[in-house]
Protein backbone atom coordinates (compact mmCIF):
# COMPACT_ATOMS: atom_id res chain seq x y z
CA UNK A 1 0.00 0.00 0.00
CA UNK A 2 1.08 3.35 -0.92
CA UNK A 3 1.32 5.83 1.74
CA UNK A 4 0.66 9.57 0.04
CA UNK A 5 2.16 12.53 2.08
CA UNK A 6 0.11 15.64 2.89
CA UNK A 7 1.48 18.82 1.21
CA UNK A 8 3.60 20.69 4.19
CA UNK A 9 1.42 22.89 6.16
CA UNK A 10 1.18 26.62 4.78
CA UNK A 11 2.38 29.03 7.47
CA UNK A 12 -0.71 31.40 8.66
CA UNK A 13 -0.90 35.38 7.85
CA UNK A 14 -0.18 36.33 11.19
CA UNK A 15 2.94 34.10 11.00
CA UNK A 16 4.32 35.56 8.00
CA UNK A 17 4.64 39.28 9.02
CA UNK A 18 7.88 40.46 9.39
CA UNK A 19 8.88 40.16 12.87
CA UNK A 20 7.27 37.30 13.76
CA UNK A 21 8.12 35.33 10.91
CA UNK A 22 11.92 36.42 12.00
CA UNK A 23 11.33 35.55 15.61
CA UNK A 24 10.17 31.74 14.11
CA UNK A 25 13.48 31.58 12.01
CA UNK A 26 15.98 32.92 15.09
CA UNK A 27 17.14 30.08 17.23
CA UNK A 28 19.83 30.61 19.96
CA UNK A 29 21.67 33.19 21.30
CA UNK A 30 20.17 34.53 17.78
CA UNK A 31 16.73 34.38 19.17
CA UNK A 32 17.77 36.47 22.51
CA UNK A 33 19.26 39.44 20.68
CA UNK A 34 16.65 40.12 18.65
CA UNK A 35 14.35 39.74 21.65
CA UNK A 36 16.34 42.13 23.54
CA UNK A 37 16.12 44.36 20.47
CA UNK A 38 12.51 44.25 20.40
CA UNK A 39 12.15 45.11 23.73
CA UNK A 40 14.59 47.98 24.01
CA UNK A 41 12.85 49.28 21.22
CA UNK A 42 9.89 48.91 22.05
CA UNK A 43 10.18 50.72 24.96
CA UNK A 44 11.63 53.45 23.27
CA UNK A 45 9.12 53.94 20.94
CA UNK A 46 6.30 53.86 23.99
CA UNK A 47 7.93 56.17 25.69
CA UNK A 48 8.22 58.72 23.61
CA UNK A 49 4.81 58.20 22.64
CA UNK A 50 3.82 58.14 26.15
CA UNK A 51 5.92 60.78 27.32
CA UNK A 52 3.11 63.31 28.43
CA UNK A 53 1.83 61.04 30.54
CA UNK A 54 4.62 58.80 32.15
CA UNK A 55 7.19 62.28 33.23
CA UNK A 56 6.59 63.55 36.47
CA UNK A 57 7.29 66.92 35.26
CA UNK A 58 7.49 68.93 32.03
CA UNK A 59 11.01 69.19 29.87
CA UNK A 60 11.06 72.72 30.86
CA UNK A 61 9.53 73.08 33.83
CA UNK A 62 11.59 74.57 36.73
CA UNK A 63 9.43 74.60 40.05
CA UNK A 64 6.90 72.51 41.53
CA UNK A 65 3.68 72.44 44.15
CA UNK A 66 6.64 73.13 46.76
CA UNK A 67 8.21 75.60 45.09
CA UNK A 68 11.47 75.63 42.93
CA UNK A 69 13.28 72.30 42.34
CA UNK A 70 16.47 73.63 43.10
CA UNK A 71 19.98 73.41 40.44
CA UNK A 72 22.18 69.49 41.02
CA UNK A 73 19.59 68.15 43.71
CA UNK A 74 20.57 63.97 44.35
CA UNK A 75 18.35 61.49 43.37
CA UNK A 76 15.41 60.75 45.42
CA UNK A 77 12.35 61.99 47.10
CA UNK A 78 10.18 63.89 44.39
CA UNK A 79 13.27 63.52 42.01
CA UNK A 80 14.32 60.15 41.30
CA UNK A 81 16.85 61.04 39.10
CA UNK A 82 17.97 64.36 40.22
CA UNK A 83 17.95 67.66 38.86
CA UNK A 84 20.21 69.02 36.50
CA UNK A 85 22.46 72.89 36.91
CA UNK A 86 20.00 74.23 35.64
CA UNK A 87 17.51 72.84 37.79
CA UNK A 88 15.44 70.80 35.57
CA UNK A 89 14.13 67.23 36.68
CA UNK A 90 16.66 64.47 34.78
CA UNK A 91 13.99 61.96 34.91
CA UNK A 92 11.45 64.52 33.15
CA UNK A 93 14.05 65.08 30.33
CA UNK A 94 14.74 61.84 29.70
CA UNK A 95 11.31 60.47 29.12
CA UNK A 96 10.65 63.80 26.81
CA UNK A 97 14.43 63.85 25.20
CA UNK A 98 12.93 60.05 23.79
CA UNK A 99 10.24 62.16 21.83
CA UNK A 100 12.60 64.74 20.27
CA UNK A 101 14.43 61.24 19.29
CA UNK A 102 11.84 59.43 17.26
CA UNK A 103 11.01 62.69 15.74
CA UNK A 104 14.60 62.99 14.33
CA UNK A 105 14.27 59.44 13.05
CA UNK A 106 11.03 59.65 11.51
CA UNK A 107 11.39 62.73 9.37
CA UNK A 108 15.63 61.92 8.33
CA UNK A 109 14.73 58.53 8.32
CA UNK A 110 11.24 58.37 6.15
CA UNK A 111 12.93 61.27 3.72
CA UNK A 112 15.84 59.41 2.98
CA UNK A 113 14.01 56.25 1.94
CA UNK A 114 11.51 58.30 -0.02
CA UNK A 115 14.46 60.26 -2.40
CA UNK A 116 16.76 57.31 -2.14
CA UNK A 117 13.67 54.87 -3.25
CA UNK A 118 12.73 57.10 -6.27
CA UNK A 119 16.11 57.93 -7.72
CA UNK A 120 17.33 54.23 -7.47
CA UNK A 121 14.14 53.05 -9.33
CA UNK A 122 14.60 56.02 -11.57
CA UNK A 123 18.00 55.43 -12.17
CA UNK A 124 18.46 51.18 -12.60
CA UNK A 125 15.30 51.30 -14.45
CA UNK A 126 16.56 53.93 -17.36
CA UNK A 127 20.18 53.90 -17.25
CA UNK A 128 21.93 56.17 -19.50
CA UNK A 129 23.44 59.52 -18.57
CA UNK A 130 21.47 59.97 -15.86
CA UNK A 131 22.20 56.39 -14.05
CA UNK A 132 25.90 57.53 -14.03
CA UNK A 133 25.55 61.25 -12.69
CA UNK A 134 23.15 59.82 -10.07
CA UNK A 135 25.77 57.05 -9.34
CA UNK A 136 29.08 59.72 -9.19
CA UNK A 137 26.49 62.50 -6.95
CA UNK A 138 26.06 59.81 -4.87
CA UNK A 139 29.29 58.56 -4.35
CA UNK A 140 30.25 61.89 -3.44
CA UNK A 141 28.45 62.69 -1.00
CA UNK A 142 29.96 59.93 1.43
CA UNK A 143 32.94 62.31 1.10
CA UNK A 144 30.92 64.26 3.71
CA UNK A 145 30.93 62.91 7.73
CA UNK A 146 27.26 63.45 8.65
CA UNK A 147 28.32 65.13 11.78
CA UNK A 148 30.15 67.59 10.26
CA UNK A 149 27.30 68.00 7.08
CA UNK A 150 24.31 68.30 10.29
CA UNK A 151 26.42 71.43 11.76
CA UNK A 152 26.59 72.89 8.79
CA UNK A 153 22.84 72.69 8.07
CA UNK A 154 22.49 73.87 11.68
CA UNK A 155 23.45 77.20 10.62
CA UNK A 156 22.48 77.35 7.22
CA UNK A 157 18.45 76.09 8.24
CA UNK A 158 18.50 78.08 12.01
CA UNK A 159 21.57 80.75 11.88
CA UNK A 160 23.12 78.70 14.70
CA UNK A 161 20.21 78.95 16.93
CA UNK A 162 18.95 76.04 18.96
CA UNK A 163 15.18 76.38 18.71
CA UNK A 164 13.17 73.01 18.12
CA UNK A 165 12.68 73.68 14.20
CA UNK A 166 16.23 74.20 13.34
CA UNK A 167 17.62 71.74 15.42
CA UNK A 168 15.44 68.77 14.73
CA UNK A 169 15.39 69.84 10.82
CA UNK A 170 19.16 70.53 10.56
CA UNK A 171 19.91 66.80 11.98
CA UNK A 172 16.84 65.12 10.05
CA UNK A 173 18.28 67.26 6.78
CA UNK A 174 21.84 66.34 6.93
CA UNK A 175 20.88 62.78 8.07
CA UNK A 176 18.72 62.33 4.80
CA UNK A 177 21.58 63.64 2.68
CA UNK A 178 23.86 60.99 3.73
CA UNK A 179 21.78 58.26 3.71
CA UNK A 180 20.01 58.86 0.38
CA UNK A 181 23.31 56.95 -1.51
CA UNK A 182 22.48 54.22 0.46
CA UNK A 183 18.66 53.58 -0.06
CA UNK A 184 19.85 54.09 -3.87
CA UNK A 185 22.67 51.88 -4.18
CA UNK A 186 19.97 48.87 -3.00
CA UNK A 187 17.13 49.83 -4.87
CA UNK A 188 19.38 50.65 -8.38
CA UNK A 189 21.13 47.27 -8.06
CA UNK A 190 17.65 45.26 -7.49
CA UNK A 191 15.84 47.06 -10.40
CA UNK A 192 18.96 46.77 -12.92
CA UNK A 193 18.63 42.76 -11.67
CA UNK A 194 14.41 42.76 -11.71
CA UNK A 195 14.37 44.70 -14.98
CA UNK A 196 15.33 42.09 -16.76
CA UNK A 197 13.48 39.40 -15.67
CA UNK A 198 10.76 37.47 -17.79
CA UNK A 199 7.48 38.70 -16.18
CA UNK A 200 8.55 42.69 -16.64
CA UNK A 201 9.64 41.49 -20.36
CA UNK A 202 6.07 39.98 -20.42
CA UNK A 203 4.19 43.39 -19.13
CA UNK A 204 6.43 45.09 -21.89
CA UNK A 205 5.31 43.10 -24.47
CA UNK A 206 1.40 43.35 -23.03
CA UNK A 207 1.62 47.06 -23.76
CA UNK A 208 2.20 48.23 -19.76
CA UNK A 209 3.94 51.62 -19.76
CA UNK A 210 6.87 52.39 -18.13
CA UNK A 211 5.32 53.78 -14.73
CA UNK A 212 3.06 50.74 -14.52
CA UNK A 213 6.25 48.59 -14.87
CA UNK A 214 8.32 50.36 -12.21
CA UNK A 215 5.29 50.75 -9.82
CA UNK A 216 3.41 47.55 -9.72
CA UNK A 217 6.54 45.24 -10.79
CA UNK A 218 10.02 46.63 -10.31
CA UNK A 219 9.44 48.76 -7.21
CA UNK A 220 7.16 45.76 -4.89
CA UNK A 221 10.03 43.48 -5.41
CA UNK A 222 13.48 45.94 -4.95
CA UNK A 223 12.22 47.30 -1.50
CA UNK A 224 12.33 44.07 0.39
CA UNK A 225 15.47 44.92 2.38
CA UNK A 226 14.49 48.31 3.18
CA UNK A 227 13.75 47.42 6.84
CA UNK A 228 17.10 46.28 7.41
CA UNK A 229 18.66 49.18 6.19
CA UNK A 230 16.26 51.48 8.27
CA UNK A 231 17.24 49.84 11.78
CA UNK A 232 20.53 50.16 10.93
CA UNK A 233 20.47 53.70 9.76
CA UNK A 234 18.21 54.97 12.77
CA UNK A 235 20.36 54.38 15.29
CA UNK A 236 22.68 56.47 13.77
CA UNK A 237 20.42 59.19 13.63
CA UNK A 238 19.89 59.45 17.54
CA UNK A 239 23.96 59.51 17.52
CA UNK A 240 24.08 62.51 14.80
CA UNK A 241 21.46 63.93 16.91
CA UNK A 242 23.46 63.48 20.34
CA UNK A 243 26.20 64.60 18.46
CA UNK A 244 24.83 67.81 17.70
CA UNK A 245 23.83 68.61 21.22
CA UNK A 246 26.97 67.76 22.86
CA UNK A 247 29.03 70.25 20.20
CA UNK A 248 26.36 72.97 21.20
CA UNK A 249 24.14 72.89 18.32
CA UNK A 250 21.27 71.30 19.74
CA UNK A 251 17.65 72.42 21.00
CA UNK A 252 17.62 74.69 23.60
CA UNK A 253 15.57 73.17 26.79
CA UNK A 254 12.68 75.49 26.60
CA UNK A 255 11.95 74.23 23.03
CA UNK A 256 12.33 70.76 24.04
CA UNK A 257 14.55 67.86 25.46
CA UNK A 258 17.61 66.48 23.60
CA UNK A 259 19.85 64.18 25.45
CA UNK A 260 23.06 65.85 23.99
CA UNK A 261 22.18 68.91 25.15
CA UNK A 262 21.92 67.50 28.71
CA UNK A 263 25.08 65.94 28.41
CA UNK A 264 26.95 68.82 27.54
CA UNK A 265 25.75 70.73 30.30
CA UNK A 266 26.55 67.79 32.54
CA UNK A 267 30.51 68.18 31.39
CA UNK A 268 31.34 70.43 34.74
CA UNK A 269 29.07 67.73 37.11
CA UNK A 270 31.43 64.92 36.54
CA UNK A 271 34.34 66.43 37.87
CA UNK A 272 32.46 67.34 41.21
CA UNK A 273 31.07 64.29 41.98
CA UNK A 274 27.41 64.95 40.44
CA UNK A 275 26.90 62.10 38.59
CA UNK A 276 23.26 61.98 38.10
CA UNK A 277 23.56 64.51 35.54
CA UNK A 278 25.53 62.49 33.00
CA UNK A 279 24.60 59.12 33.45
CA UNK A 280 20.95 58.77 33.01
CA UNK A 281 20.92 60.90 29.73
CA UNK A 282 24.06 59.10 28.42
CA UNK A 283 22.20 55.49 29.27
CA UNK A 284 19.18 56.49 27.57
CA UNK A 285 21.47 57.09 23.98
CA UNK A 286 23.33 53.90 24.80
CA UNK A 287 20.56 51.69 25.58
CA UNK A 288 18.30 52.98 22.44
CA UNK A 289 20.96 52.35 20.22
CA UNK A 290 21.69 49.32 21.09
CA UNK A 291 18.49 48.06 21.00
CA UNK A 292 17.72 49.47 17.41
CA UNK A 293 21.40 47.84 16.18
CA UNK A 294 20.27 44.63 17.89
CA UNK A 295 17.00 44.78 15.72
CA UNK A 296 18.79 45.63 12.78
CA UNK A 297 21.93 42.96 12.86
CA UNK A 298 19.41 40.19 13.79
CA UNK A 299 17.50 40.87 10.59
CA UNK A 300 20.69 40.89 8.48
CA UNK A 301 21.91 37.49 10.03
CA UNK A 302 18.55 36.15 9.28
CA UNK A 303 18.61 37.60 5.76
CA UNK A 304 21.88 35.68 4.86
CA UNK A 305 21.28 32.29 4.44
CA UNK A 306 25.06 31.99 5.28
CA UNK A 307 24.31 33.21 9.10
CA UNK A 308 21.22 32.00 9.66
CA UNK A 309 21.00 29.52 12.37
CA UNK A 310 19.42 25.84 12.30
CA UNK A 311 17.50 24.23 14.43
CA UNK A 312 17.76 20.58 15.31
CA UNK A 313 15.19 18.43 14.25
CA UNK A 314 16.02 16.15 17.60
CA UNK A 315 18.34 15.87 21.11
CA UNK A 316 20.04 13.25 19.72
CA UNK A 317 23.23 14.34 17.10
CA UNK A 318 22.55 11.63 14.68
CA UNK A 319 19.34 13.66 13.42
CA UNK A 320 19.54 15.95 10.48
CA UNK A 321 19.02 19.15 11.17
CA UNK A 322 16.25 20.52 9.81
CA UNK A 323 16.64 23.31 6.91
CA UNK A 324 15.02 25.01 4.09
CA UNK A 325 16.86 24.10 0.98
CA UNK A 326 14.81 21.26 0.18
CA UNK A 327 12.27 21.91 -2.53
CA UNK A 328 8.76 21.21 -1.14
CA UNK A 329 9.41 21.04 2.78
CA UNK A 330 12.53 19.73 5.36
CA UNK A 331 14.89 16.95 4.83
CA UNK A 332 14.01 14.31 7.42
CA UNK A 333 16.46 11.45 8.66
CA UNK A 334 13.72 9.28 10.10
CA UNK A 335 13.76 7.34 13.69
CA UNK A 336 16.80 6.06 12.75
CA UNK A 337 19.26 9.07 11.65
CA UNK A 338 21.53 9.06 9.45
CA UNK A 339 22.69 5.22 10.26
CA UNK A 340 18.86 4.24 9.62
CA UNK A 341 18.77 5.80 6.30
CA UNK A 342 22.54 4.31 5.00
CA UNK A 343 21.53 0.61 6.83
CA UNK A 344 17.92 0.63 6.02
CA UNK A 345 16.94 -2.72 3.78
CA UNK A 346 15.31 -2.31 0.03
CA UNK A 347 12.48 -3.35 -0.35
CA UNK A 348 11.49 -5.51 -3.42
CA UNK A 349 8.83 -3.14 -4.61
CA UNK A 350 11.55 -0.49 -5.46
CA UNK A 351 12.93 -2.39 -7.81
CA UNK A 352 16.12 -3.83 -6.24
CA UNK A 353 16.23 -7.21 -5.07
CA UNK A 354 17.58 -8.00 -1.22
CA UNK A 355 21.00 -9.34 -0.87
Partial sequence: ?????????????????????????????????????????????????????????????????????????????????????????????????AQTALFVIVVAVLLSIFAGVFLGLVSGYFGGWLDRVLVVVCDAVYAFPSLLLAIVMSIVISGGKSDLVGGVMAAAISITVVFIPQYFRVIRAETVRIKSEAYVESARVLGSGNIRIMVRHVLRNATRTLPLIFTLNSSEAILTLAGLGFLGFGIEPTAASEWGYDLNKAISDVSSGIWWTSLFPGLAIVLVVMGITLVGESLNDLADPRLRGRRAVGANAGLVAETSVVPGGTLAAGPGGLDGLESAPIHPSDGEAIS
Fill in 1 to 97: MTRIDSPPRQPSRLARLPIIHQLHQSVGLQRGMLVAGLVITTLFVLTAILAPLVAPYGYSQLRGPDGVFGAQQPPGGAHLFGTTVGGYDVLSRVLWG
